[in-house]
């Protein structure tokens, strides 16, 4: 549930109000430390290297 609460509520917020757009490649990171910390979520465009789908992952993996 902390996952949840702490990532995935906090990244579907991002998306829906624009701080995220598609094909970005998003990065989280902590900033703060110990009760201080909080994720920080970057959204950078995504390198050639990055696969386009899952279908590339699978080809990459099968050679």
């Known amino acids: ?4 609460r702490e990532l995935e509520d906090t990244l579907s917020e ?3 109000y624009g701080e995220l757009r598609p094909g970005q490649v998003v990065k ?3 900033e703060g430390e110990g009760d201080n ?6 959204g ?3 390198s050639p290297s990055v ?3 899952a279908a590339s992952i699978a080809e ?3 050679h």
């Open 44 to 46: 950078e465009a995504k």
């Open 60 to 62: 990459t993996v099968q």
């Open 1 to 4: 549930r902390t996952i949840q």
């Open 37 to 42: 910390a909080t994720f920080t979520f970057t």
């Open 28 to 30: 989280i990171d902590i």
């Open 14 to 16: 991002k998306i829906l």
């Open 51 to 53: 696969p386009d789908s």
